[in-house]
Every structure is written in structure tokens, then in C-alpha cells.
């Protein structure tokens, strides 16, 4: 009996060592590697270090849903979205999926559960370095390695991965049943840390909260939520469950350096101010823009050539901030900049004053592909108005009204919002009444965002008779459909101008030309005799 009882407890000790070694050694190594994580500089060398699962067909996968894939906004999947055994998918639009295809109960969708299922079991399988359980992961610095967490995961505020200069670094967390980020959490890696090699196994469902901006592959026993606004670069994979998404990005993260896709140069420019009299001084800037994360270099002269009648004045004024040599001659009617550059993530201006001695509508246009770079040349045109008036020689005339436009920001990714702004201007002595409403049809894909319309145009009245004190009026103002704009009464001050203001979008890249023809602004002073044109460049 006494050796019966000597040997059961020895076998117990012995299970004990066993369970203890699973979850990353004895509860004193436990503790010092918690106690200062970033420091387990031997962790990557060990054997229990953390491994990459092997991954198959779901690597092309940013989305996969086991039951149902279900999207709320515009959310953008870069990569594969499919589900399996499930077929429903829905959402899309307004959600876009670029760089994949979408896959909804097929064998592609299929093969790539079936590797989902693989990959998971490998990341359950591996032994874990560090236990978690009860910790929030936020504000912790952690090395690589494989982190377990016996129930559920928790992560309020910033997360840091650390891969100490290893691009090939390794983090697995495995949460025994959920993980739930709280609004506006974040995993940052840091020291060549690649989100690719970033995985969470997750034993029943995951929610990333709100805003969250998220870190690695989520492979998950159930279901995936991402709630409004939250971001992820990895994968959101849900074996059995459903993929909840509302406004988000989804992007298939893939170790190495991708392919970099720059994006074309832009060009803007303007007269200050937009009407002048004849022999008046006007300040034209042209301003190009550069998106990619290198500079632009220009590969060849980059010309502006003014309409005829408009020359630079005698003092031309000219100046660049893009570098380079720039040209422009007293009296001439071209400003050249050769061997410039546009900052990368940034812009730059080219400057000189120009002046015309005879009245008329002076419309100076840059074609597509007059500013040739090494990340390419602009794709839209770019033109600007200059109204020149003509002083009167004996009996006083009427100066018709004159329309500009610009969009600001010129340049918005899809989905992003950028403000119009029409300006009225009236250089008369007396105000110009609407003669006829005002209607600014937007280009097919561009859309007005929300009630965002409004306007600095006073009330058109008979003589505009004086208010009383602390009385201001407004014009009246309406929108037709999703993608018009105007004024249905009003009047532009005297000697003065005014504004319609909205916020629009477009959620396809392209370049929009948004124009008012003449004629397109009827009042008591005339009508338009130039028109208006601005140019929305939205990219992918």
C-alpha cells in the first residue's frame, strides 16, 4: 500500500511537469518572462519558438467567412473575399474588393477553408513561451514568440511588437475563447516587424472595436466582427461563423516588399485675383503635387504657354520652390521650369504676374501630360480662367458676373471628401440678382456628402431695401438628387462675390471635370461670359 501511494504521486508530479512545460516552463521562469517581456532575448532561439503556419490557398484571402460574409459601408478588402460552406455574401457594394476576386460556395472558397482549418490547428499546436492569461495586452512591448491566453484576450490602448531587427520575427497569440480590442486600440510593430508574420488563434469569436487599427491574421473557431472604422493588415479568417464588417479596411498582408505603385503627379493652378482690368496685374500659381514617398523628378521641361493676349509683365516676378532652373522673360507668353522636383508626399509652385491690355475671358490650360516625372505624368488637365474687364470710355457699362471653382483638397482617395467651392463674382457698383436659377451638375460618380450644401449669396429683394438691426439674410438654396447643386434665389453683393460651398465624394478613382458653361449665371448684371471649370483627382 505504501508503494502504491509513493508511485501515484509520483506519476502526479510527473503530469504536473508536463502541464507546466506546455504552458512555457515553471512558474518562475513564468513570471520573469512577464514581468519584462521584451527582454526574452533567447526567446527566438528556443524551440518552443514562435512558427509561421504553413499556408495554402487562403493566403490570397484578405476575407473569408464560414456561414456568411456581411459588410455595412464603404469598406475596401484588398485581396481574396469569399465563404464556405456558406454562401451569402452581402454588402458589396457599397464594400469594394480590389487586388482579388470574390469567391462565394465554390471550390476555391472551399480549399481555402479546408487550409484555414490546417493553418489554425498548426497555431494551436504550438507551445506556448509566455502565459497571459487575466493580462490586457495594452501597453505592452512584446518580442517575439507564442503568447497564450487560457480564456479570453483583451486589448485596450497600444500594443507593441518588437522584432529587435529580425524581419522574419514571429508573434502567435492563441486566446482560448474570444479576443475583443477596445475603441481606438492599435498594434504597432516596430524594428522590421512585418504584419505578415502576425497571427491570432482565437477559439470561438473575435471583435475589434471601434477605429481599432489592427496587426496580423485572425483565424477564428467562430465568427470575426470588425465594428465601425476599424483597420486591419493581415486576414480576418472565420472557419465556422459569420464576418461582420461595418466601414472598415481589410488588406491580405504578404511578407516582403511589394511592387510600389506610384501614382501620377497632379496639376493645379490659378489667377489671383480672377478678374482684373485690362492692363491689371494677376498672380498666376501653378501647383504641382506629388502623392508617392519619392520625390518627383522632372524628366523633362515642364512648359506653360499663355493665350494669346495675356502676357507676363514687365517685372514677371517668377519663382519656384520646386528647385530647378525656371524661365520666364519680360513680355513673353511662356514660363519654363527645367530640371525641377516635387517633394515626396508634398507639392510645389511655379509663380510670375501676368497682365493683358484688352478685356475678354483668358482661359490658360495645362494638357494631361505636360508635367513628365519619374513617377509618371499628370493624367487630368489642369486650366484656369482669367477675366480681364474693360475700363468704360464714356457711358458707365455692366461687368457680367464671373465664375470660379476649385475643389480642396484637389486630390482625395476613393471614398475620401473634398469641398467645392463656387465663387460668384460681381465687380459692379450694384448687386447681381438671379435672373434664373443656378444649377452645378456634378460629373457622373461624383456625389454631394450628406446636407453639406450652403451658400454666402445674400437675398435677392427689390432695391435690397435696409433690414433692421440684428435681421441677416440668406438666399434659398437647394440640392437636385444625389448630384446637383444650386441656388434658386439670390444675389451676389456689390462690387463683391459670394460662395456655394458643399462636400463631395466619389468612391471610384478617376479624375472628375466638374465645368459651368457660360451663360450657366443669369442676373440683373449679365451672365457668365467665361466658363468654370475644377478638376477632382480621386485615387484608388
Not at 482617395?413 to 440678382?433: F, H, K, Q
Request: contains cysteine; charged residues 5%; proline residues 7%.
Amino acid at each position: 500500500m505504501r508503494v502504491t501511494t509513493m508511485w501515484s504521486t509520483t506519476l502526479l508530479l510527473g503530469v504536473l511537469t508536463v502541464l507546466l512545460a506546455g504552458c512555457g516552463g515553471s512558474d518562475g521562469d513564468q513570471t520573469a518572462s512577464l514581468a519584462n517581456p521584451v527582454n526574452q532575448s533567447n526567446q527566438g532561439n528556443t524551440a518552443s519558438a514562435a512558427a509561421a503556419p504553413p499556408l495554402g490557398t487562403e493566403q490570397s484571402f484578405a476575407v473569408l467567412g464560414g456561414q456568411t460574409v456581411t459588410n455595412t459601408g464603404p469598406s475596401v478588402i484588398t485581396g481574396n473575399l469569399g465563404v464556405s460552406p456558406g454562401s451569402a455574401i452581402t454588402g458589396f457594394p457599397p464594400g469594394i474588393v480590389t487586388g482579388g476576386t470574390t469567391h462565394a460556395a465554390d471550390a476555391v472558397a472551399l480549399q481555402a477553408q479546408s487550409d484555414t482549418t490546417t493553418a489554425y490547428n498548426n497555431l494551436a499546436s504550438q507551445t506556448c513561451t509566455s502565459d497571459l492569461t487575466g493580462q490586457d495586452l495594452g501597453g505592452k512591448t512584446l518580442v517575439p514568440g507564442v503568447y497564450c491566453f487560457s480564456s479570453s484576450a483583451q486589448l485596450t490602448g497600444a500594443l507593441t511588437l518588437d522584432a529587435g531587427g529580425d524581419p522574419t520575427a514571429v508573434w502567435v497569440f492563441k486566446s482560448g475563447s474570444t479576443l475583443v480590442t477596445a475603441s481606438n486600440s492599435s498594434v504597432l510593430l516596430t524594428n522590421g516587424g512585418q504584419p505578415c508574420n502576425v497571427f491570432w488563434q482565437v477559439g470561438s469569436s473575435a471583435t475589434l472595436g471601434t477605429s481599432t487599427s489592427f496587426v496580423g491574421s485572425i483565424l477564428a473557431l467562430t465568427s470575426i466582427t470588425l465594428t465601425t472604422g476599424a483597420n486591419t493588415s493581415g486576414r480576418v479568417l472565420a472557419r465556422n461563423g459569420a464576418v461582420t464588417l461595418d466601414s472598415n479596411t481589410v488588406a491580405a498582408a504578404v511578407c516582403g516588399v511589394p511592387p510600389v505603385t506610384l501614382i501620377p503627379p497632379t496639376l493645379g493652378k490659378a489667377f489671383s485675383p480672377a478678374t482684373i482690368e485690362a492692363g491689371g496685374v494677376s498672380i498666376l500659381t501653378i501647383t504641382l503635387g506629388n502623392a508617392n514617398g519619392t520625390a518627383a523628378s522632372m524628366t523633362a521641361p515642364f512648359i506653360d504657354t499663355l493665350p494669346g493676349g495675356l502676357v507676363l509683365t514687365a517685372t514677371p516676378n517668377a519663382g519656384t520652390t520646386c528647385g530647378g532652373t525656371l524661365t520666364a522673360n519680360p513680355g513673353g507668353s511662356t514660363v519654363t521650369l527645367t530640371a525641377g522636383s516635387i517633394p515626396a508626399n508634398g507639392s510645389c509652385t511655379v509663380t510670375s504676374t501676368v497682365t493683358a491690355p484688352s478685356g475678354g475671358s483668358y482661359i490658360n490650360s495645362l494638357p494631361a501630360g505636360a508635367l513628365q516625372t519619374s513617377n509618371g505624368n499628370n493624367a487630368a488637365p489642369a486650366v484656369a480662367t482669367l477675366a480681364v474687364n474693360t475700363p468704360p470710355v464714356v457711358v458707365p457699362t455692366v461687368v457680367p458676373p464671373t465664375l470660379g471653382k476649385a475643389f480642396s483638397p484637389a486630390t482625395i482617395s476613393a471614398g475620401g471628401v473634398s469641398t467645392l467651392t463656387i465663387t460668384l463674382s460681381n465687380a459692379n457698383s450694384t448687386p447681381a440678382s438671379l435672373t434664373a436659377q443656378f444649377i452645378d451638375f456634378l460629373p457622373s460618380g461624383l456625389l454631394l456628402v450628406g446636407s453639406s450644401v450652403s451658400s454666402t449669396c445674400i437675398e435677392s429683394l427689390t432695391a435690397l431695401a435696409p433690414l433692421s438691426a440684428g435681421i441677416s439674410r440668406k438666399p434659398a438654396w437647394f440640392v437636385i438628387g444625389p448630384a446637383a447643386v444650386g441656388l434658386m434665389e439670390g444675389a451676389i453683393p456689390a462690387n463683391g462675390s459670394c460662395t456655394v460651398t458643399a462636400d463631395v465624394t466619389a468612391p471610384v478613382g478617376g479624375s472628375y471635370f466638374n465645368s459651368l458653361l457660360a451663360g450657366a449665371l443669369q442676373t440683373s448684371n449679365g451672365n457668365n461670359a467665361a466658363p468654370a471649370v475644377a478638376t477632382l483627382t480621386v485615387t484608388q
